[in-house]
């Protein structure tokens, strides 16, 4: 049977206002319910760069890592002439004229290279520095996985979402594990997303962090659609929600022993029970549908 994703290569990213409502287990599972029908066709990118671990519940076997580096400044204090314009000139604070020296504060840097571009007298170079790396693989059931992972200490991590977000082909579904909350690195990750899937839990907590997501998706542009993760727990608050914002519930995950069991021993949920691997299939597949309407 032909499918809407037959015809598609999609990019989903699966995001949540907050860390701990099962996105990983969705976004692992999701990919591995996928490639049983598109062999060599599914990508999991685990653009959660400051604590990846979508590789602890599907197994990789990484054959390759890249560093992710970001140009920085280096000032020469010797032409240096003390005018502050780089200091008033970067956004992210990361250099400084204190008294008659300038300070570079690395670990802030975005790499803009707006303070070499306005340097008057050319007394800054651009250094490289690892901020990152990008390790590639393959997870198991023939999933193509990169993940990026940042160094401890590191402020900006666009330059390792970008990295990973770079391994996206044309011709694959790819899912994208994205960072929690609704702050810049979760931005980076779903811009240009296809569609985002939101993890929710249906009590207060998750309506407030799913209200905060969904609304950043719509500044993004990116459609996007609810999951409900421990279905069963708590009020009918994200329900009502929905109903009222005219998102989708895609699916329910019910509060059920065994599949927490299960995620805490390191198993996805899709590999662990394959009788909701069709279900995660018809998911993806009203994405599709949705996405190309
Ligand atoms: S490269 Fe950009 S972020 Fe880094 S110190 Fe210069 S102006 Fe600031
Ligand atoms: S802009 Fe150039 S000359 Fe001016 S303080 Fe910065 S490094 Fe020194």
């Given at each position: 049977m032909?499918?809407?994703?037959?015809?598609?290569?999609?990019?989903?990213?699966?995001?949540?206002?907050?860390?701990?409502?099962?996105?990983?287990?969705?976004?692992?599972?999701?990919?591995?319910?996928?490639?049983?029908?598109?062999?060599g066709?599914?990508?999991?990118?685990d653009?959660?760069?400051?604590?990846?671990?979508?590789?602890?519940?599907?197994?990789?076997?990484?054959?390759?890592?890249?560093?992710?580096?970001?140009?920085?400044?280096?000032?020469?204090?010797?032409?240096?002439?003390?005018?502050g314009?780089c200091?008033?000139?970067?956004?992210?604070?990361?250099?400084?004229?204190?008294?008659q020296?300038?300070?570079?504060?690395?670990?802030?840097?975005?790499?803009?290279?707006?303070?070499?571009?306005?340097?008057?007298?050319?007394?800054?170079?651009?250094?490289?520095?690892?901020?990152?790396?990008?390790?590639?693989?393959?997870?198991e059931?023939?999933?193509?996985?990169?993940?990026?992972?940042?160094?401890?200490?590191?402020?900006?991590?666009?330059?390792?979402?970008?990295?990973?977000?770079?391994?996206?082909?044309?011709?694959?579904?790819?899912?994208?594990?994205?960072?929690?909350?609704?702050?810049?690195?979760?931005?980076?990750?779903?811009?240009e997303?296809?569609?985002?899937?939101?993890?929710?839990?249906?009590?207060?907590?998750?309506?407030?962090?799913?209200?905060?997501?969904?609304?950043?998706?719509?500044?993004?542009?990116?459609?996007?659609?609810?999951?409900?993760?421990?279905?069963?727990?708590g009020?009918?608050?994200?329900?009502?929600?929905?109903?009222?914002?005219?998102?989708?519930?895609?699916?329910?995950?019910?509060?059920?022993?065994?599949?927490?069991?299960?995620?805490?021993?390191?198993?996805t949920?899709?590999?662990?029970?394959?009788?909701?691997?069709?279900?995660?299939?018809?998911?993806?597949?009203?994405?599709?549908?949705?996405?190309?309407?």
């Amino acid at each position: 049977m032909q499918t809407d994703l037959d015809r598609a290569a999609l990019t989903v990213s699966v995001a949540a206002g907050k860390g701990g409502t099962g996105k990983t287990l969705l976004s692992t599972s999701l990919a591995y319910a996928l490639v049983e029908r598109h062999p060599g066709a599914v990508q999991l990118l685990d653009a959660d760069v400051e604590e990846p671990n979508a590789d602890l519940v599907l197994p990789v076997q990484f054959t390759g890592t890249q560093p992710v580096e970001l140009l920085v400044p280096q000032v020469d204090p010797e032409t240096c002439v003390r005018c502050g314009k780089c200091a008033e000139v970067c956004a992210a604070s990361a250099i400084a004229r204190i008294r008659q020296t300038v300070i570079t504060f690395h670990e802030l840097c975005t790499g803009c290279g707006a303070c070499a571009w306005i340097c008057p007298v050319d007394a800054i170079t651009e250094i490289p520095r690892v901020v990152g790396r990008v390790d590639t693989g393959m997870a198991e059931g023939g999933i193509e996985f990169v993940q990026g992972r940042s160094e401890v200490a590191q402020q900006h991590t666009g330059a390792i979402t970008g990295a990973v977000k770079k391994h996206a082909k044309d011709d694959c579904i790819t899912i994208i594990d994205a960072p929690p909350g609704t702050a810049c690195p979760m931005q980076e990750t779903v811009a240009e997303s296809d569609y985002c899937i939101l993890v929710t839990e249906p009590t207060p907590f998750g309506l407030s962090d799913l209200g905060a997501a969904v609304e950043t998706c719509r500044a993004l542009s990116v459609p996007c659609g609810v999951v409900v993760n421990r279905d069963g727990v708590g009020d009918a608050g994200v329900d009502d929600y929905c109903e009222r914002s005219g998102i989708p519930i895609l699916l329910r995950i019910p509060h059920d022993r065994e599949i927490a069991r299960a995620y805490s021993r390191g198993r996805t949920l899709a590999l662990e029970f394959p009788d909701w691997r069709p279900k995660l299939v018809s998911l993806l597949d009203a994405v599709a549908r949705e996405v190309s309407q």
